[in-house]
């Protein structure tokens, strides 16, 4: 497969996309009488420059071209509701045409009411290239371009115990194909969660969960397993804040060395909210735990960010995002890890109805892993979107 060719899922993955969504239509609920059916849309038109795409010591700069469009189909009834969005992007570099890419997503969000119990249905599947890849360095890298296909499925179950308690089970599926050996390794994670949260007043709640991980491809295999649990509170009208934590322990096999390894760590979750006014707001999110990557290995990430949002003027919005990532094997010390930062400004502008004008500045930074070098670039983008109104199809 050359870049700038069509993505197409592989015959599992689209038949496993079309189970999905026929699921997701068995459940909803007769008579179509008591169901209301919507759709909606947007298309895009976007450019973007960037001084150092590949944010490496290449720096390769070029402006790009992005056209879009998306479509979102709902189904809704007093018990139960479909989504099902699909969205396509066509990216054109002026000069660096290796990193064109046409670009497909899909997306399915499902649920239903059976009596104490609400089952759910997520799926997606993605068709994009590792040009996307801003953090996962540690495989193959963003000027590679190279083909990605992405599944995953997360079928979630709730059910009201008490009036003040809550248990679940969440499942999830993800397989992650590079077609035609395109230089990424295959690999596949399955990950599984008991949770149990309890209302312990108006404006406090406790969560738990233990959750049993599962990760291989063909050079590692990972297994872990965490427990944590935390309190999620309303401390003033104007603050939220929620955190998670407890141990995690992992055990991973090296297929191509035969070796074993060994790691105790900590699984951390925070975030937080602040209304400054009515029309201002902060907010903030710490996350560490397990993630996969294209590398065919387990990582260990850290995650810290922070967004400011304001309403500058009727219809005018300005929003400003921070974002701090590290990277690491699970196998090291922390001297083989990668560091990103990236800080963002947005303004948007509905200039009128269901048409949005959006600016943005982007600057990131780079500290590649096992180097002594850092790096830095800087991008400028611009864009217009027309999102319709939702259509009442059938009500």
Known sequence: MTNGEPLRPESGGA????????FGVLAIPQPASAQEWTASGSVGQSFRYEDNIGLNEFEIDDMNSSTSGSVELGVRSPTAFINLGAEIDFVRYFRETDLDSNEAYVDLNSGVQVGRSRFGLGAEAV??????????????????????????????????????????????????????????????????????????????????????????????????????????????????????????????????????????????????????????????????????????????????????????????????????????????????????????????????DDWELTGLYEFKWNSPAGGDETFTSNAFFVGLTYRSPRWFVWR
């Not at 038949?15 to 026929?22: M, P, S």
């Not at 390794?185 to 738990?208: A, H, V």
């Open 127 to 352: 068709f994009d290239t590792t040009r996307r890849s801003q953090f996962d360095d540690l495989g193959v890298g963003i000027l590679a371009n190279k083909p990605r296909n992405t599944f995953s499925i997360s079928p979630t179950w709730d059910y009201q115990w008490t009036p003040t308690d809550v248990v679940g089970l969440f499942l999830n599926a993800r397989l992650e194909r590079f077609p035609n050996e395109s230089g990424g390794l295959n690999n596949e994670s399955y990950t599984g969660s008991g949770t149990y949260s309890k209302q312990l007043t108006p404006l406090t709640s406790f969560q738990s969960a233990v959750t049993y991980g599962y990760y291989t491809s063909e050079v590692t295999e990972t297994n872990g397993v965490s427990v944590v649990g935390g309190l999620d509170m309303q401390i003033t009208p104007r603050w939220r804040a929620g955190l998670l934590i407890g141990p995690r322990f992992t055990h991973s096999e090296d297929k191509i060395n035969d070796t074993e390894s060994d790691n105790v760590g900590v699984t951390l979750s925070a975030d937080t909210r602040y209304d400054l006014t009515p029309y201002s707001s902060i907010s903030g999110q710490f996350e560490n735990g397990l993630v996969p990557s294209s590398s065919g290995e387990a990582q260990r990430f850290t995650s810290v960010r922070g967004i400011y949002r304001h309403e500058l003027l009727p219809k005018v919005f300005f929003d400003a995002s921070a974002r701090f990532d590290t990277r690491e094997r699970l196998d090291t010390d922390g001297s083989d890890s990668r560091e990103n930062i990236r800080v963002s400004p947005r303004i948007r502008w509905q200039f009128v």
């Open 15 to 22: 038949l496993a996309l079309a189970g999905i969504v026929l």
